[in-house]
């Protein structure tokens, strides 16, 4: 894959001490990846990667998703839909707002 237009950073609550301690962890955070990669796929976005982070320190909105350049933070990401709502807006060049944290 060539360098990424965007890519998409979901925490996994890890912290340096190892174990996952968070809210994103213990909302399943990492089971949204094989959703989103599936959906990038079906979308043709190949210039999108997708990557699992330490803890993002917005524990009390998570699950939480960043996009990269753009520096869109979403919070409270715990469904497909969302996700489909986020990957549109992406799509569009534009933030969707229903779920980015202000």
């Known amino acids: ?5 965007h890519h998409i950073f979901v925490c996994a609550s890890f912290r ?21 990669e599936s ?7 190949s210039d999108v990667a997708v990557s699992a982070t330490g803890c993002l320190n917005l524990c009390e909105k998570g699950p939480v998703l960043v996009i990269y350049p753009e520096n869109f933070w979403y ?13 549109d807006a992406l799509e569009e060049g534009e933030a969707c707002e229903d779920h980015l944290i202000n």
């Open 1 to 5: 894959m060539d360098k990424p237009k």
């Open 16 to 36: 340096a001490q190892g174990t996952p301690q968070g809210i994103c962890h213990k909302k399943e955070a990492l089971g949204l990846i094989p959703y989103i």
């Open 39 to 45: 959906e990038l796929s079906d979308r043709g976005l």
């Open 75 to 87: 919070g409270e990401i715990d469904s497909t839909d969302k996700i489909d709502d986020i990957l």
